[in-house]
């Protein structure tokens, strides 16, 4: 999840949630964070099972298709640069 953020980054980001909201603010704003966050992992969770359901097996082959190849930039520079 955070792959492009590193440690001293969240070290600040902490930092400046305590001295923005406060030690006794922030433990309950952190709970309050990681219950919404537990919602939406779970409505996630209940969506990707609906459409798994829904679609069955081609669920799966959606799984495996690499959508950066249609990417607009890839897909002109692909169209514009193949040889013929």
Do not use: C
């Amino acid at each position: 999840m955070f792959d492009s953020i590193g440690w001293g980054e969240i070290v600040v980001l902490a930092l400046a949630a305590l001295f923005i909201f406060g030690p006794d603010r922030l433990p309950g704003l952190a709970k309050e964070a990681a219950t919404a966050l537990k919602h939406i992992r779970s409505a996630m969770r209940d969506v990707r099972g609906q459409v798994s359901d829904d679609l069955g097996d081609e669920f799966a082959d959606l799984r495996e298709l690499d959508l950066r190849k249609y990417h607009p930039k890839t897909f002109l520079r692909d169209q514009l640069l193949k040889d013929d």
